[in-house]
């Protein structure tokens, strides 16, 4: 071994990547066992193995792992749920991301086979199916993340005070239907999607007790008609389709009123495609699922827009570090 000059660069960028997924697969693993519910009051490390039937060794050192990580407390030899462990991730509570967070590491199975996509391409030719679990996940992460910034955008245009009907197309959960006929009570919502997950849809708004308040219409937009004289329609996290968006927005543009609006809200690439990450990130992870999935840039959006006949294109910025969402939206002019 010969003595080095000291380097001028350091693996800080590597490093960080490599551990955190260690850590979120460890993080997953707690999730999926159920251990932030069963924390809520403290417990040895050999009790909770022993509720779990898990091994008490390899339990204590994960309990370890999750309080350096700042979700567990350990006092003696007792560990309890931290207070951001105890609001997110104990079952039953408003804000649990527990499926958010299985759903986002549990996608491993996708990228172990990362080299084996990148040389064949992906297996799977057609769209996704949501499960239970994805479906939650979603709802999850518009709940804590994106519905309060993408309310505030919405709930300050003049076009969607005055809305009459509604449209939330592929609204999956249906968070945002109900937040959109919360804050526009005179107005009537339908939510459009899939039969399968208009069933989910219906159980979840169900719980918040707004079942009466929105209409439930199923179909493929691809395929059926999605209805007229819609003042808003509103897309959320469905145009990721990399085939041909034009006739789908054609499509919404028809199902307008004149003054009416469409609003996307997506996780939208800028130009040089190489930001925001997350939007990166899930690009990739778009094409490994599916040819037929892909993000798009935000001149994308515009262009479709204006190609779909809306004037008036406006772009509001609500991205954070974690969810780089934006929301474009185009009027229908009168002719
Ligand atoms: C990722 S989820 C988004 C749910 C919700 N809008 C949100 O922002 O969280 C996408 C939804 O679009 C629906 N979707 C995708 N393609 C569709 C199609 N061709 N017809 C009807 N629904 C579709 C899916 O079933 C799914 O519920």
Known sequence: ??????????????????????????????????????LTFPKKAHQLAEEINHDPRTTEKLLNVL??????????????????????????????????????????????????????????????????????GHAE?????????????????AEFTRSKRILDLGGGHG????????????????????????????????????DDKIRFISGDFNADDIGTGYDMVFVSHVL??????????????????????????????DDCRTSPKVSVIFDLYLSLVSKKYGCHTISEFVELLINAGFGDVRIFDIRTPHSPSMIVMGLKKKR
């Open 240 to 269: 990721y389709l990399s085939c041909d968006l034009n006739s789908v927005l054609r499509k919404i543009y028809n199902s307008l009123n004149d003054d009416g609006i469409v609003v996307l809200n997506h996780w939208m690439l």
């Open 67 to 136: 309080a350096a990580s700042g979700l567990l407390i350990k006092s003696g030899e007792e560990y309890h749920d931290s207070y951001e462990a105890q609001t997110f991730l104990a079952e039953g509570g408003h804000n649990y991301i527990g499926n958010l967070v299985r759903i986002t590491v549990g996608c491993s199975t996708l990228l172990d086979r990362l080299n084996d996509i990148l040389k064949k391409g992906p297996a799977l030719q057609d769209e996704l199916d949501f499960d239970r679990v994805q479906l939650l």
């Open 1 to 38: 071994m010969h003595c080095q000059e000291p380097l001028k660069v350091n693996s800080k960028p590597i490093d960080d990547i490599i551990y955190r997924y260690r850590t979120a697969h460890m993080l997953n693993a707690a999730v999926e066992n159920g251990i932030f519910t069963k």
């Open 175 to 210: 968070v945002y239907s109900i937040a959109l006929a919360q804050s526009n009570p005179s107005s009537s919502v339908a939510l459009f999607d899939r039969p399968n997950i208009i069933e989910f849809a219906k159980e979840f708004i169900a719980k918040y007790e707004m």
């Open 141 to 157: 992460g518009a709940l804590c993340e994106e519905l309060g910034p993408v309310m505030d955008v919405i709930k300050n245009m």
